[in-house]
């Protein structure tokens, strides 16, 4: 039952283009939603954040949009930039408050070509 | 800047042995995790200690078990090791209603 997920494994996009990451979601109750970013032999290192009160949330290249209705996040990178080459990950958690217990999408492996 | 620093980086183990792994935080938060990331799973949360003095289980926590020795420390032991809990071990910490900040991962395979 994967509550979180990332239904395209991979994504190639071209250096200057928009990459366009999509993340789908089951639980209702879910109310706030993270990106997180993750290099080869590191640990994931958080990118951006939206709470369900919001669409939109921007920061810098990075934004992220949440359609409540459709039960559905997307994180769109602009420009892209070869240094975005990682595996990214959605995640959702249910309130903020306490420990955070985060359930994580299967992660999208992208590739920014030159 | 230490962050989350979790040992042994890479460890292999033979079926039934046992091991600890290590996790220390030095950003005083309150609440820390682990973590396990299989190929095609995302991570998954194995255990998790909102405050010092309490655990509680995550979404897979059969065959392990964890101690919040203090604020900083929080060990995951594997009593008895089996193959399927071969994978990448990802400590992590946050403090209530923050960003969880993760611990460079930890190697394990079991033979």
């Known amino acids: 039952d994967q509550q979180v997920k990332q239904n395209s494994p991979s994504l190639s996009v071209q250096e200057g283009r928009i990459s366009i990451l999509n993340c789908d979601y089951t639980?209702?109750?879910?109310?706030?939603f993270l990106w997180y970013k993750k290099y080869p032999a590191e640990g994931p290192t958080f990118l951006i954040s939206?709470?369900?009160?919001?669409d939109k949330n921007e920061d810098g290249r990075f934004t992220v949009f949440l359609n409540k209705s459709a039960k559905h996040l997307s994180l769109h990178i602009v420009p892209s930039q070869p240094g975005d080459s990682a595996v990214y990950f959605c995640?959702?958690?249910?309130?903020?408050?306490?420990?955070?217990?985060?359930?994580f999408g299967q992660g999208t492996r992208l590739t920014i070509n030159p | 800047n230490a962050g989350v620093t979790q040992t042994p980086k890479f460890q292999v183990l033979k079926t039934g042995q046992s091991m600890t792994l290590q996790c220390a935080q030095d950003?005083?938060?309150?609440?820390m995790y682990w973590y396990r990331q299989d190929p095609g799973m995302g991570l998954r949360l194995i255990y998790y200690?909102?405050?010092?003095?309490?655990?509680d289980k995550g979404e897979v926590p059969n065959g392990y078990n964890v101690s919040r020795l203090n604020k900083r420390e929080f060990s995951l032991r594997l009593e008895s090791a089996a193959p399927s809990q071969t994978s990448v071990y990802f400590c992590?910490?946050?403090?209530?209603?923050?960003?969880?900040?993760f611990g460079e991962g930890s190697w394990l395979t079991v033979v």
């Open positions: 995640a959702a958690s249910v309130g903020l408050q306490g420990a955070q217990k985060l359930v």
């Open positions: 992590a910490s946050s403090v209530s209603g923050n960003t969880i900040y």
């Open positions: 950003m005083n938060h309150n609440s």
């Open positions: 639980n209702s109750m879910f109310d706030y």
């Open positions: 939206i709470s369900s009160i919001k």
């Open positions: 200690s909102a405050s010092e003095g309490t655990t």
